[in-house]
C-alpha cells in the first residue's frame, strides 16, 4: 500500500525512478524536484529550451529568445523570433499514426475511434472545409458541441488554419452564449443539434436560433446533426452547413498556417465578480506549451498511456484535458453523458472497458460516486496507475475515499489548480514526494508561485492569497480588446504581483492548501458564474429594484446560486420568475437553490453590495468586519428573512 498510516500517499522508488518529471531533471544535471523547481525559476531560459525539447515542441522556425518583457511584465512575449502551429505535434507524429488517437463514447453505448493517422486526415479535410467555407485566419469560431471526435477535430482544425476558437458549455443559455460571441465578434457558430442526457434527447435548435438573432455578426453556423435528434433541422436556405458535409479530402488542405508563438488561437469566457465575461486570450507558444509540460511533469502521461477525464468542451478543462492526451502521445477516452447513467457505475466500466491508465475527476463527481460507492466502484479498476482532481477545493475525506476506492490505496492522486486565464496548473502535486489528502505537493515548475498578504510579503503558517510573482508560460496575453480589466483584475491589488483570486495557505513542510476563493466568483460544479451575470438578469424583472448572489455550500455541487432580491411592485411569484429566468438564461446548472425577498442589502459608503456579508449570515458564520457599513439593520433582515424560508 502507497498510502501510510496518515493516509498521506508515499512514493515508492519505481514511481520516482520511472517518473517522466525525473527524466526531465536527469537531462538537466538536477537530482531531485525541489531542485529542478528552483531551476526552473533561476534559469527559465535553460529550462523551457529543455522543455520545448522534451516535449516534442514542432518549431518550423526556431526561437531566439525564451521571453521579452519590454512591454512590462503583464505583457511578455513568448519564444520571440520562433515560429510554429501547435497542432503540428500532433498531427505530425510518423510513429504514432497506428496508435489509437481518440475513443469516443456516447451515452447510449455507441462508440468511435480515431488512429493518430485518422486524426490527421480529419482535422486536415476539416480545416480545408472551413477554408472552403470562408473562414480565415483570426476569424473567431464558437464550439458549442458535446465531447467526442467532432469536438476534437474542430478544435485542432480552428488552430491548423491560424483561426481561433470559443468554446462554450452546453448547458449555457441564450443570453451566456451571446455574452461570449458577441464581444469578439464571432463569425461562424460550430454547434450540435442536441445531446443525450439520461435517455432523453436536449435538443440546441431554440437556443441556437436565439442566439443568431442575438448575435446579427454570426455569418455562418456549421452543424454536427445528432443521429438521435428526433426532428433534424433542415439546413437549406438558412446559411447553415452540415458538420461532416463540410470536410474535404485531406489532401486539398494546405501546410497548417505558420503562427508566431504569441498569436491567439483560443479566446475563453471567465466569469468574474463584476461586469460581463472576460475572455482570456491563449496563444500558441502558451497554453499548449504550458500543458504539454503539465502532463509531462504532474500527470506523467506517455505514449501508450489511456487517459479518461469526461469534460464538456466549453471549459478550458475540456482543451486542456484534449492537450494533455494528445500532445503526448497517449490515446484520449471522450465521453459524452451523464456520469451515472445508467447508474454510477458508468465512469468505472469506461475506465474497465478501455483499460484507462489516467482518470481525472472534478471534486463534484467524486462526491457522487461516494455516495453511491458499492456501485461506483463494482467494475474492474486495475489498470489505473494515476488520479487527478481539478476544478474546485476537495475535502480530505473525498480525496482519501478517491484514492482508497479508485486507486486501490496505490495509485496517486494529483491534485492540480490553475484556471481559465493560466491555461494549467499553479498548484499540483507531482509523484515524486509524498501527497498529503486535500492538499498540493508541489508548485508548478516556471511558475513563481507565493501565499501573500495584502502587501505583497510572504507568508506561511496562515491563509494568503495566491500569488505569482513572475511572468509565466500559459498566462493569457489579455482579456479580449480589454487590457484594462486584465490589469486591474490580477495586476492591481499588490502592484507587479500576479493576484490569482484563490485563497491559500502554505504550510512550514511546503504543502499547500486552497480554502476557496478570495472573490465572489460562484462555482456550480466547478462551473465559474459572476455574480454580476446573474443580478444583471434579475435586475430586468419588473419590480426588481435591486438584487444580490451569492455562493451557498452544497454537498453535491460543492456550491449553488442563492438570490436576494429588494422589490417595489414585483408580483406575487417573483420568486419562481426569478428562478425560471436564471435557469433559461444562463442554463439548467445554474438554477438558484432558494430566492429571498429582502427590505435591503448590506452596503457599503460607496453603496458598494457586500455579498461577504450576506454569504456569512446565510450560511450562520460570524458576519465578519462590518465597519464600512451605512446600513447593518440589513443583517438582521436578512436572517429573519432566511429563518422564515
Known amino acids: 500500500m502507497a ?47 529543455e522543455v520545448v525539447d522534451f516535449c516534442g515542441v514542432r518549431w518550423s522556425r526556431d526561437y531566439d529568445t525564451y521571453c521579452d518583457t519590454s512591454r512590462g511584465a503583464p505583457f511578455p ?8 502551429n501547435w497542432v503540428d505535434m500532433i498531427l505530425d507524429n510518423d510513429e504514432a499514426k497506428n496508435r489509437l488517437a481518440i475513443i469516443a463514447e456516447t451515452e447510449n453505448g455507441g462508440s468511435n475511434r480515431l488512429t493518430y493517422g485518422e486524426l490527421a486526415d480529419e482535422v486536415r479535410g476539416f480545416a480545408s472545409g472551413l477554408l472552403a467555407a470562408g473562414i480565415k485566419r483570426g476569424d473567431r469560431v464558437g464550439l458549442l458541441i458535446e465531447n467526442g471526435i467532432e469536438a476534437s477535430v474542430s478544435v485542432l482544425a ?10 462554450l458549455f452546453s448547458g449555457f443559455g441564450v443570453d451566456a452564449i451571446s455574452a461570449r460571441l458577441e464581444p469578439c465578434g464571432a463569425r461562424a457558430l ?21 442566439v443568431r438573432r442575438a448575435v446579427p455578426g454570426l455569418e455562418l453556423v456549421i452543424l454536427k446533426t445528432s443521429a438521435d435528434d428526433p426532428s433534424p433541422p433542415d439546413l437549406s436556405g438558412q446559411n447553415m452547413i452540415d458538420w461532416h458535409s463540410l470536410r474535404l479530402p485531406a489532401e486539398s488542405a494546405p501546410p497548417s498556417a505558420r503562427m508566431s508563438p504569441n498569436d491567439p488561437f483560443m479566446v475563453i469566457f471567465t ?19 504550458k500543458i504539454a509540460h503539465d502532463a509531462a511533469v504532474h500527470f506523467d502521461v506517455g505514449p501508450g498511456d489511456v487517459f479518461c477525464w469526461p469534460a464538456d468542451m466549453g471549459w ?14 497517449a490515446t484520449l477516452v471522450c465521453y459524452d453523458g451523464a456520469p451515472d447513467y445508467p447508474d454510477w457505475s458508468r465512469m468505472g466500466r469506461l475506465i474497465e472497458r478501455y483499460k484507462a491508465t489516467h482518470f481525472g475527476s472534478a471534486p463534484t463527481l467524486i462526491r457522487g460516486l461516494a455516495a453511491h460507492q458499492e456501485t461506483a466502484t463494482s467494475p474492474d479498476l486495475s489498470s489505473l496507475r494515476m488520479l487527478i482532481t481539478a476544478g474546485e477545493s476537495i475535502a480530505a475525506e473525498h480525496f482519501v475515499w478517491f484514492e482508497r476506492n479508485f486507486g486501490r490505496g496505490d495509485c496517486p492522486l494529483i491534485n492540480y489548480t490553475g484556471g481559465t486565464e493560466v491555461s494549467g496548473g499553479l498548484l499540483a502535486s507531482v509523484v515524486v514526494k509524498p501527497i498529503i489528502p486535500g492538499g498540493f505537493n508541489a508548485r508548478s515548475p516556471g511558475v513563481a508561485v507565493d501565499v501573500v498578504d495584502s502587501t505583497g510579503a510572504s507568508v506561511t503558517g496562515t491563509v494568503g492569497e495566491l500569488a505569482i510573482r513572475t511572468p509565466f508560460v500559459g498566462m493569457t496575453a489579455s482579456f479580449w480588446k480589454d487590457d484594462a480589466r486584465y490589469l486591474e483584475t490580477y495586476w492591481q491589488s499588490v502592484p507587479g504581483i500576479w493576484i490569482h483570486g484563490d485563497l491559500a495557505m502554505r504550510t512550514e513542510e511546503g504543502h499547500y492548501f486552497l480554502p476557496g476563493r478570495s472573490d465572489d466568483t460562484i462555482k456550480v460544479a466547478g462551473k ?4 454580476a451575470e446573474v443580478e444583471e438578469i434579475l435586475a430586468e ?24 432580491l429588494c422589490c417595489d411592485g414585483a408580483p406575487e411569484n417573483v420568486r419562481d420568475i426569478a428562478a425560471k429566468r436564471i435557469q433559461e438564461r444562463l442554463g439548467r446548472p445554474f438554477a438558484p437553490r432558494a430566492v429571498f425577498i429582502v427590505p435591503q442589502l448590506p452596503k457599503t459608503r460607496s453603496s458598494k453590495i457586500m455579498r461577504r456579508v450576506i454569504r456569512s449570515v446565510y450560511s450562520g458564520l460570524p458576519a465578519g468586519d462590518l465597519s464600512s457599513l451605512v446600513n447593518p439593520e440589513a443583517i438582521a433582515e436578512i436572517e429573519r428573512v432566511i429563518k422564515q424560508g
Open 3 to 49: 498510502l501510510d498510516a496518515k493516509d498521506v500517499w508515499q512514493p515508492t522508488d519505481a514511481y520516482i525512478d520511472n517518473a517522466q518529471v525525473t527524466a526531465l531533471a536527469r537531462r538537466l544535471g538536477l537530482q531531485d524536484f525541489d531542485t529542478l523547481y528552483d531551476f526552473s525559476l533561476a534559469n527559465p531560459d535553460a529550462y523551457w529550451r
Open 77 to 84: 512575449s513568448w519564444f520571440v523570433g520562433g515560429e510554429l
Open 158 to 167: 480552428i488552430a491548423y488554419i491560424g483561426a481561433i476558437v470559443v468554446p
Open 190 to 210: 460550430i454547434v450540435t443539434s442536441g445531446f443525450q442526457r439520461r435517455g432523453k434527447f436536449v435538443s440546441t435548435s431554440e437556443t441556437v436560433a436565439a
Open 271 to 289: 466569469s468574474g465578480t463584476t461586469g460581463k465575461p472576460k475572455g482570456a486570450v491563449h496563444v500558441h507558444g502558451g497554453f499548449p506549451i
Open 316 to 329: 478550458i478543462a475540456g482543451c486542456l484535458i484534449l492537450s494533455s492526451a494528445l500532445l503526448r502521445g
Open 528 to 531: 465559474r458564474v459572476g455574480p
Open 541 to 564: 424583472i419588473d419590480g426588481v429594484v435591486e438584487a444580490a448572489v451569492i455562493g451557498a455550500d452544497d454537498p453535491v455541487k460543492g456550491q449553488v446560486i442563492v438570490a436576494f
